[in-house]
């Protein structure tokens, strides 16, 4: 039989057969994917094959082999064990969403989130949520990360998830669709849901005073089928987002920006560090390219973790 993996727990998982009936399965063995080493061998939206299996007066449901994937998003955790797990596999679109506060997502998170989707040709579209509480100041913020991302080439959209404020735009993009709504915990994902879906009623939380961090409230990844011919992926918030398997030489391939200026450098195998005549060092200095996105590529390039967010002030 073959299915779609709906929800993983780590030890059982929700398979839909290509039917539509659901089945709770195991794995059968140990499984091993081209070589990736992850914390979960099967993820939610992968493709499985699958068999019913009789253990004594029990009838169990076992996955036995995974269809090769379309694509898939995977991080390296940020802990010191540096596994990696893949949040999610066959996707058509990511929706990332960005607060500018309670929580903060930093600008280095956002571009680490869009390298790994750019090296997997995943489309992603940034949602500036929580439009509805910014005060004047923060506006011209996130107005300034609008315009920065929208130059180089992503779909941002600005909503207000609780108001129900600019959702029908992330519907109509979702028509026909498997997409993941993906940020970390308090940005509103699961808001964002119920307010596509009011009959899921997924369970929200507040942000912590203390923090102003989100509570967990998707403990695993789940797909929902949705009314109007949709399918989404919602994921546990991500703390941080640290990048898998990527030499240095292609990071810079997948910021866009960098990747049309790159015939220009006199190097073919410039990192445009410190190299002479480098095209992506000569943008910046003529504000071409946004510190920002270069201080997270270097960042990367240097494996410092993602702690630096946006000062649009000394950016300009």
Not at 108 to 126: K, Q
Request: net charge negative.
């Amino acid at each position: 039989m073959k299915g779609t993996v709906y929800k993983s727990t780590g030890s059982w998982y929700t398979v839909k057969s290509e039917e539509g009936s659901f089945y709770e399965c195991r794995i059968k063995g140990k499984f091993r994917i081209k070589g990736i080493k992850s914390t979960n061998p099967v993820s939610v939206g992968d493709k499985v094959i699958f068999e019913l299996e009789e253990i004594g007066d029990e009838t169990v449901a076992v996955i036995s082999g995974i269809v090769e994937r379309k694509n898939y998003i995977i991080r390296k955790s940020v802990n010191l064990s540096k596994q990696t797990h893949i949040i999610a596999a066959n996707l058509d679109q990511v929706f990332l969403l960005v607060t500018l506060n309670n929580p903060p997502t930093f600008t280095s998170f956002i571009d680490r989130f869009l390298v790994t989707a750019e090296a997997y040709e995943i489309p992603v579209v940034l949602l500036f949520n929580k439009m509805d509480v910014y005060d004047p100041e923060e506006m011209v913020e996130v107005n300034y990360l609008v315009q920065l991302y929208q130059e180089i080439g992503y779909t941002c959209i600005e909503i207000a998830a609780k108001e129900g404020d600019n959702v029908h735009l992330v519907k109509e993009m979702m028509i026909d669709k498997t997409s993941m709504f993906a940020g970390h915990s308090g940005v509103g994902k699961s808001t964002l849901v119920n307010a596509l879906e009011p009959g899921l009623k997924l369970k929200t939380a507040q942000i912590s005073d203390q923090h102003l961090q989100g509570q967990h409230t998707t403990t695993f990844a789940e797909m929902y089928d949705l009314s109007f011919d949709a399918r989404i992926i919602d994921t546990p918030g991500i703390k941080g987002f640290g990048i898998v398997d990527m030499e240095k030489e292609e990071i810079g391939d997948y910021f866009p920006e960098f990747f049309r200026l790159k015939p220009n450098c006199k190097f073919n195998n410039c990192l445009h560090l410190d190299e002479p005549k480098c095209a992506i060092k000569d943008a910046l200095e003529n504000n071409e390219i946004s510190w920002s996105r270069y201080r997270s590529y270097v960042q990367m390039i240097t494996g410092e973790e993602e702690n630096y967010r946006i000062d649009i002030y000394k950016e300009r």
